[in-house]
């Protein structure tokens, strides 16, 4: 069968293949390094400090869409097809500056400069999203940038200044749309695309159906969606992935289904794309979402990979098992669906055969008397791993509780539920005495381990007060509880 052997991807508006590419070779290299475009920077090298910030243009559904991605831990392989605009590509005619560059030099929102491209990269896709943008969606935005030096706030109002300088409207990105789309259009892949030397080969699937092909045929590749984990494998851990499986361009896995039963949502959905239907079904989780990583890691990670990897201290499985979660995993040969609980089995290791791959959770919406939260407790309030990350759903009706739900992340070699805590709920009338019991039990349920996130004290009676806190905040006799308890 012939393949692609070439990554063909558009650059600041000129079109670039590049053969023989590595699985390994980051966004950031390639552009530092071979095309000499020094503007990003590397400071992290794990997706953390926005340095590195470009903006990626793809098309979804037939429509140009630019989001702004951590180009250290981005594989070049997986742009093909897609459009890399870096700050260098922002100056207009004769080097004038950008509208956003603009208001950062009047608002003196740069100092030593080296995070400054980030900045105006994330300024500059929110500007473009957002023309008046709140002081809270600034702060959104730049959630996945640090700066050492301003305090922030000259950034800040740099952000809530910029549409005095110009509009979206007359930007390049959209004066051009048409000619960016049909340029892409014009690189789309026709075949698989396989490029790379043997021991660092990069494969990316035409379509689902491929992808089976490929992982039957390669059973023990590394399957990239994100790779805002992966990134790290390799960027701080030097570790051989090869072969590497890229599927982020896979339309098929980024379906959304919301229905009065359920919402089901493909493998490769990111956090980002995800944000709209989960605001929709489960409020609970609005705030939650806005605080798993930064922006450009929100744009990169998926929910399925979040799921896939089988971190115990990922974001998504502790809140999703609460909810009563389903995965539904595929192969060449068929495919099956089990509750997300039991697709963790132990540290490392996950319910996955050969072949398996992620391709869709389905997430029950809830029922009368289901009141459900979700909390997450970090170092720092934005941009953190969680220490301990914690999904509770709990029915009531008539003032007793019929079910419970808990789910911990952190506190085991898994995300798992918390069953003692459960059992002294269930069958209790609502109350402090029931979260009490339940409060106390929990300390049973784990046996959590210290390191330089949190102590296992802490994360033991962290988890008990995360019980007491629901309690608080969901009883209708208590001050500033949010909602009833009783159907």
């Known amino acids: 069968m012939e393949h692609q052997n070439d990554i063909r991807l558009v650059l600041n508006g000129r079109e670039v293949a590049v053969k023989d590419v590595k699985a390994t070779t980051t966004l950031l290299d390639f552009l530092r390094l071979e095309q000499r475009l020094t503007g990003t920077k590397e400071g992290c090298a794990e997706g953390d400090c926005g340095a590195c910030t470009v903006l990626v243009g793809r098309l979804q559904d037939g429509a140009l869409r630019f989001e702004t991605v951590n180009a250290c831990i981005r594989f070049l392989a997986s742009l093909n097809g897609c459009h890399v605009i870096t700050v260098e590509h922002l100056s207009g005619p004769k080097g004038r500056l950008h509208p956003v560059q603009q208001a950062m030099v009047d608002y003196h929102g740069s100092q030593c400069g080296f995070c400054t491209p980030g900045f105006v990269m994330s300024l500059y896709a929110l500007w473009m999203q957002t023309p008046q943008p709140t002081e809270a969606q600034v702060e959104t935005a730049v959630q996945g940038n640090l700066c050492r030096c301003t305090g922030y706030e000259p950034i800040v109002k740099a952000a809530l200044a910029v549409n005095q300088y110009g509009t979206p409207a007359n930007d390049y990105l959209n004066t051009e749309r048409a000619a960016l789309t049909a340029q892409l259009e014009a690189i789309q892949p026709r075949t698989r695309v396989v490029t790379g030397p043997e021991d660092d080969r990069a494969i990316l699937p035409l379509d689902v159906t491929d992808l089976a092909e490929v992982l039957a045929e390669n059973p023990k590749a590394t399957i990239v969606a994100g790779s805002t984990d992966v990134g790290l494998w390799v960027t701080k851990f030097m570790k051989p992935i090869s072969p590497v499986v890229f599927v982020s361009h896979l339309e098929e896995l980024k379906a959304i289904d919301l229905t009065?039963?359920?919402?089901?949502?493909?493998?490769?959905?990111?956090?980002?794309?995800?944000?709209?239907?989960?605001?929709?079904?489960?409020?609970?989780?609005?705030?939650?979402?806005?605080?798993?990583?930064?922006?450009?890691?929100?744009?990169m990670g998926t929910i399925g990979g979040n799921i896939a990897n089988g971190s115990p201290i990922g974001d998504t499985p502790p809140v999703l098992i609460a909810l009563g979660a389903e995965v539904t995993l595929q192969k060449k040969d068929g495919a099956r669906t089990l509750p997300l609980e039991d697709f963790f089995i132990d540290y490392g290791k996950q319910d996955r055969e050969p072949g398996d791959f992620v391709a869709s959770i389905r997430i029950p919406r809830p029922a009368k008397g289901q009141i459900d939260a979700a909390y997450k407790i970090s170092k720092r309030r934005d941009e953190d791993i969680s220490s301990v990350a914690a999904g509770i759903s709990v029915t009531v009706a008539d003032g007793t509780i019929t079910a419970a739900r808990i789910a911990f992340g952190g506190m085991a070699a898994t995300p798992k539920r918390a069953a003692g805590a459960e059992a002294a709920l269930v069958g209790q009338p609502w109350g402090e005495a029931a979260f009490d019991a339940a409060a106390e039990a929990v300390k049973q349920d784990f046996t959590p381990l210290s390191d330089w996130r949190a102590s296992a004290e802490y994360r033991s009676l962290t988890a008990s007060n995360l019980l007491r806190r629901f309690y608080l905040e969901n009883d209708a006799d208590k001050p500033g509880a949010v909602r009833l308890a009783v159907a």
């Open 260 to 299: 009065d039963e359920a919402l089901t949502i493909g493998a490769g959905v990111t956090y980002t794309e995800s944000e709209a239907a989960i605001r929709e079904a489960f409020p609970h989780l609005v705030e939650y979402w806005d605080r798993i990583a930064g922006w450009q890691v929100r744009n």
